[in-house]
């Protein structure tokens, strides 16, 4: 069965979940990253089967040899999105198609085979079916989903892996940063860069992260919440956040953003903002960013907000900026009526709270 849309799962529920009682009190704070649900989804993948054996197994721990490829060659991809809950009390997904659609291109990227799109959106529906009562119910809260998959073959060798494990985990989160939403600092690195020209920018693999590490430490360091990486080439270009693209607004309503080249990771997120910005009648300007016109821009008074975006961490104002030159703010450093605006648009789509004008909700219940 080398296509694997037509899967059957097999569902072993959780003989132990969590109480009613325990979850509503988790999940009265549950911060970012650090609970997770009662169950996950695993397939397995071999070259000569495709994708067999889909089970949602109990959430916990998973026994690999010390010889599996992924832990040698780094040969492993994820995806991140969010099941929201919505005013009527349902639930809904944004845009996963698009998440499906990238995990491919990312698994052609880390020489992974392709995950059907309708498997991956059927997996996470399988997992919101038995954990649906995980979904938070208050504001800026929800349902974080991580699909990933990695080179589960055991064996020592450069070259793609014959097997792999596709898994999906969930974990209930409120705001990505522990302040809630309010500006953030962001420091501009200029020893260390995230990818380069031909290299793993655009896929969504956890080298890019692991590489991005040092910058970020750095950036805790200099007292700032973020962390800017420049091109690899020139080193003037500003290619993204740690986790997050990055957006520009002018005193005449213009935004600008980079560029997408080869070295930025294509964002939903990103690309929902420029569609909601362009349908309120701004310009949405796609091209190269320099640093230097960063910083001459908000001295000068044109730029008046600076914001980042991504699926974690939604829409986030950047009020100051800091580098080894220096710092400067973005106008008063607070958060712009632009970005303020496009946020609650979007979270109100998400959360099904206004018209979803261009089908990217997904209902599951």
């Known amino acids: 069965m080398s296509g694997g849309d037509s899967l059957a799962f097999e569902i072993s529920p959780n003989p132990a979940p969590v109480s009613d009682v325990e979850r509503a009190a988790l999940l009265a704070d549950p911060g970012f990253g650090r609970l997770f649900t009662d169950h996950m989804v695993v397939i397995k993948y071999q070259k000569d089967k495709g994708w067999h054996e889909a089970r949602v197994d109990p959430h916990g721990p998973i026994s690999v040899s010390p010889a599996m490829a992924a832990l040698h060659y780094a040969q492993e991809i994820f995806e991140g999105l969010k099941a929201y809950h919505c005013a009527d009390g349902g639930v809904s997904l944004f845009r996963p198609d698009e998440n499906a659609r990238r995990f491919q291109r990312s698994a052609e990227r880390m020489s992974m085979p392709r995950l ?40 020592l060798g450069v070259r793609p892996a014959h097997e792999c494990l596709y898994m999906v985990i969930a974990s209930p989160v409120g705001p990505y940063f522990s302040g809630g939403v309010q500006p953030v600092t962001v420091w501009v690195s200029d020893n260390y860069t995230r990818a380069a020209p031909g290299g793993t920018g655009e ?46 607004v002018y005193d005449d309503g213009s935004l600008v953003t980079p560029s997408l080249t080869g070295s930025i990771l294509p964002g939903i997120t990103r690309e929902s903002v420029i569609t909601l910005a362009r349908e309120a009648g701004h310009e949405v300007i796609e091209r190269p960013y320099s640093m230097r016109e960063w910083r001459d821009d908000a001295a000068s008074g044109r730029l008046r907000e600076a914001f980042a975006c991504g699926t974690a961490a939604v829409i986030t104002p950047i009020g100051a900026v800091k580098s080894p030159a220096g710092q400067f703010t973005v106008a008063d450093g607070g958060t712009g009526e632009v970005t303020g605006k496009l946020r609650a648009e979007l979270l109100d789509i998400q959360h099904g709270r206004t018209e979803d004008r261009h089908g990217w909700v997904r209902r599951i219940a």
């Not at 059907?116 to 399988?126: D, G, R, V, Y």
């Not at 809260?141 to 699909?147: M, V």
């Open 116 to 155: 059907p799109e309708e498997l991956f959106l059927t997996s996470i529906e399988k997992l919101l079916d038995v954990d649906r009562a995980w979904v938070p119910t208050q504001d800026e809260a929800s349902l974080y989903l991580r699909p990933f998959m990695f080179a589960s073959e055991v064996f």
């Open 203 to 248: 896929a969504k693999c956890g080298g890019n992260y692991a590489a991005s590490l040092a910058a970020q430490a750095e950036a805790i360091e200099a007292g700032c919440d973020q962390v800017v990486f420049l091109d690899a080439v020139e080193r003037q270009w500003v290619d993204e956040l740690g986790g997050m693209n990055v957006f520009y």
